[in-house]
């Protein structure tokens, strides 16, 4: 087991979810490559390239005030031909908070992330992601 890798994944994951929560959208670069291409059709989303999900995910999630982004059962799978190569699946349920007539509501999307990535000069980096319902 490649623990070492497998855990700096793990990181990737989660410091997704903390640039999210955070609507800190640029430090996304730090999480996929440039090239990157992301899939949320089925949360009513777009499939494009990173820098324009940037701009949905900042537009779309300005609204909340609260948002938590809760990752867990990660799989991570190497690539037998290519050791800078990997998958991962994890599951993902995400809070949102929003103000009405001055009192917080909440409502929660439950999904999995299935991921694609390679080790890069800077480290693990996401190149795939598709958010299945």
Do not use: K
């Not at 439950?110 to 980096?125: I, Q, S, V």
């Amino acid at each position: 087991m490649r623990v070492e890798d497998t855990l700096a994944i793990h990181e990737r994951l989660f410091a997704y979810s903390e640039a999210i929560d955070q609507q800190r959208f640029d430090q996304l670069d730090g999480v996929f490559t440039a090239d990157a291409q992301l899939d949320f059709r089925q949360t009513g989303g777009p499939a494009c390239a990173l820098p324009e999900m940037q701009v949905f995910l900042g537009e779309e999630l300005r609204r909340y005030r609260r948002l938590q982004h809760f990752i867990s059962n990660v799989r991570v799978r190497f690539d037998d031909g290519n050791a800078a190569l990997a998958t991962a699946r994890s599951y993902v349920l995400a809070q949102h908070g929003y103000l009405v007539e001055g009192r917080m509501r909440f409502f929660q999307l439950g999904g999995e992330y299935a991921d694609t990535l390679c080790r890069t000069p800077e480290g693990w980096r996401i190149t795939a992601r598709v958010l299945h319902l």
